[in-house]
């Protein structure tokens, strides 16, 4: 009985997820919930993006990128109006940063769901540009220490970003005309994740896996998806030498 397995590198870590699945000819271990409710589908939808976003990061961001808060003081504009204004300051930090030689990176939601509207951003860092140069192109609210931060860059700090910016998106998204269509807006630039997939021709694998040389096990999670097969996914970090 075979399974697949999913190894994700980046820089300073290599995750490894294992699985069975029906295509695979997986045999389930648990018999799959069958009253499964919305909520639960939503929550392996958001399990899922979190994942898919926390990869984008982690590959793309550094220490030091900057996490940026865009608000908007009274009074606040609709939801179509705040998105032009973003896909507006976009366009002018991509011209600010290409007049210092540089090309943008960035990552950003727009949140309007039971608070007042407001946008979440990642972006890369540049030299020459700062939080001077970006709040000049902010005329709506003031930027202040609190909305401009350096990214720490660690995977979890990346991870953490991934769930909290998945969150705030989780309602707009499922309203009815909502004008932000996916959890998150991404730059084209962006590089693909490291993703490669391997069958593997055994009926088990080990409980506790091994690291691969250079790294070391940060965590080791065993559990059941939501059809009844059973998953393993260790993460692992590089071994920093002295």
């Known amino acids: 009985m075979p399974y697949r397995k999913e190894i994700f590198t980046a820089p300073g870590v290599r995750e490894v997820k294992k699985y069975h699945t029906w295509r695979l ?3 389930k271990t648990r018999a799959r919930n069958e009253k499964e409710t919305d909520p639960a589908a939503k929550k392996v939808n958001a399990r899922r993006a979190k994942e898919k976003l926390y990869r984008l990061i982690i590959t793309n961001f550094r220490r030091d990128d900057y996490r940026i808060d ?4 009274d009074p606040p504009p609709e939801p179509e109006e705040a998105v032009r204004r973003m896909q507006r300051f976009i366009r002018k930090l991509r011209q600010v940063y290409r007049k210092k030689g540089a090309e943008l990176k960035y990552i950003y ?4 769901t039971g608070h007042r509207i407001h946008h979440h951003l990642i972006v890369n860092q540049a030299e020459g540009i700062g939080r001077k140069e970006i709040a000049a192109l902010w005329p709506y609210a003031r930027l202040n220490y609190r909305s401009f931060r350096f990214f720490d860059g660690a995977p979890e700090d990346c991870r953490r970003l991934a769930d909290y910016l998945i969150k705030e998106t989780s309602q707009t998204i ?3 005309g909502a004008v932000q269509k996916l959890r998150w807006c991404a730059s084209k630039n962006l590089k693909k994740p490291d993703v490669k997939y ?3 021709y055994s009926r088990h694998w080990a409980e506790r896996p091994k690291p691969a040389r250079g790294y070391q096990i940060r965590e080791v999670e065993n559990g059941y998806t939501a059809e009844g097969y059973p998953y393993q996914i260790c993460c692992m970090v590089r071994v920093q030498r002295e």
């Open 198 to 200: 391997v069958t593997i």
């Open 70 to 73: 865009l608000t908007y003081s």
């Open 109 to 112: 939601v727009t949140e309007h």
């Open 174 to 176: 499922r309203e009815k």
């Open 25 to 27: 000819g997986g045999k």
